[in-house]
């Protein structure tokens, strides 16, 4: 990465030496595992671009947005409804980390047995090492999971504004009026935040931006249904994760782009795997960048990926908010419904993410699930339970790992997803 973004990393209060060794890991590990795929699609070019600016051009970009009053929000969570940031001219980008750093500073604040999600995102602030999160001027967190309940006490010393939003437990008609109080509440603070009024037409045009998102993953997602599989799910699984922080329209027109090649190798059957490779359907955590081990793993131990029930896939992307309402409360109630929906496990009960499972299991035609906790997350630990049973109970072949973002337990990864694929075989 051009070292003109040096002075701009320093501005930001960012600790050089530290964010140097960041980005040789990121590097490393990009060419690594991204890199060195063969038959890729040349539309990833753009993924590639991305990454190797993901600390670079887009942070210029924001930059740039702030020099000309716009307000950067940073959030943990897909419940964060872009639309409402988008309405009140300001940009999200999400803040979910995947890879350990600054463990040691972490593991004062914060227990040992937390998840590696909230340990990284706390070491990415420790460390000062994360630019999105030192441009934005309001950081979003939510009452989710206990551990980012409880840490967002903490991380409140640690940053200039932390906003946390209530978010409900159960789908209940309570639930639900909770999530719409909160939307309210949030749109009032977005309001604070910039000094713009949300109103019909502005939430509208929002709402029309982050669908278009959403629609071009639908059509990744529904290209990955072909067999062979035109693209890996290496490959799909970063668009999803770049998702959280492009600009949106290029995003939009750049996952298209994509699109529109992966249609062709569909008709010419071209595929990055022969069509006899065991079709894998991960279903768990969130991985964030740059998490991904576990599909490199499977990937390399002779399966292919062939969908994604996360919040960084089909969990957080595959409904579309209803853009009829006439009114920013007909407008607000269809953002409530459309992101009440999502089947987090800090749900109870959670049946409609069993069901999800299945439906995406039917239609990605998944020769197997591969439920992925990570360490000490309670809720999708407990829940892979019963996604076990249900699953089995089906008779699908369904393998649960639990792991975290070190690197020490590849080996035995690789012996347990490569006995699975064979098995599948
Ligand atoms: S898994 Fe739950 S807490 Fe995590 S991003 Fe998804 S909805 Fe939010
Ligand atoms: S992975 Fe689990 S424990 Fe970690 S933040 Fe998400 S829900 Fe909470």
């Known amino acids: 990465m051009s070292q003109n973004y040096q002075t701009m990393w320093k501005n930001l209060g960012l600790d050089l030496n530290a964010h140097d060794m960041l980005l040789e890991v990121l590097g490393k590990g990009y060419t690594d595992i991204y890199l060195s795929q ?37 959030s943990y969570c897909v419940f964060v409804p872009e639309e409402i940031i988008l309405a009140a001219n300001a940009t999200l980008v999400g803040l979910c980390s995947g890879a350990e750093f600054a463990t040691e500073a972490v593991e004062k604040l914060l227990p040992r047995n937390t998840c590696a999600l909230i340990k990284s995102s706390f070491g990415f602030k420790l460390g000062k090492v994360c630019p999105y999160l ?7 967190g939510e009452n ?22 209530d978010l409900p437990q159960m789908k209940s008609p309570g639930g639900k009026a909770i999530l719409k109080s909160e939307y309210y509440r949030l749109k009032d603070e977005m309001e604070k935040l ?59 027109q750049s996952v298209n782009a994509l699109c529109d090649e992966l249609e062709n190798r569909v008709k010419d059957k071209t595929g990055v795997f022969p069509e006899s490779t065991p079709r894998i359907l991960i279903s768990g955590c969130p991985m964030a960048v740059p998490n991904w081990k576990l599909p490199w793993v499977i990937e390399n131990s002779g399966g292919v990926i062939v969908g994604e029930e996360s919040c960084v896939g089909e969990r957080g992307t595959r409904n579309l908010t209803d853009t009829s309402g006439n009114t920013v409360d007909e407008l607000m109630e ?10 987090c496990a800090v749900f109870t009960p959670n049946p409609g993410r069993l069901q999800h499972i299945m439906e ?6 998944a020769d197997g699930v591969i439920h992925y906790g990570l360490q000490f997350c309670q809720p999708y630990s407990i829940e892979s339970g019963r996604v076990e049973k249900a699953l089995q109970a089906e008779n699908v072949p369904v393998l649960c790992v639990e792991t975290d973002y070190s690197q020490t337990d590849i080996a035995q990864l690789e012996t347990r997803v490569q006995a699975f694929i064979e098995m599948l075989k």
């Open 38 to 74: 063969s038959n890729r699609p040349t539309g990833m070019g753009y993924f590639d671009f991305v990454m190797s600016e993901v600390h670079g051009l887009r942070i210029k970009e924001l930059l740039d947005e702030k020099a000309a009053g716009r307000k950067i929000v940073g």
């Open 134 to 140: 030192e441009c934005a001027d309001m950081i979003i």
């Open 144 to 165: 989710t999971c206990d551990g980012k309940k409880k840490s967002y006490e903490i991380l409140n010393d640690l940053v200039a504004r932390l906003y946390v939003m």
């Open 194 to 252: 910039t000094g713009v009024v949300i109103e019909k037409d502005r939430l509208k045009q929002s709402i029309d931006i982050v669908n278009a998102k959403r629609k071009a993953i639908h059509r990744l997602s529904i290209l990955r249904k072909a067999n062979p599989v035109p693209i890996s799910g290496l490959d799909a699984l970063l668009a999803n994760q770049v998702f959280f922080y492009d600009n949106p329209a290029r995003f939009t």
């Open 334 to 343: 269809a953002i409530v419904n459309r992101y009440f929906d999502i089947d």
């Open 360 to 365: 995406m299991k039917e239609a990605y035609n």
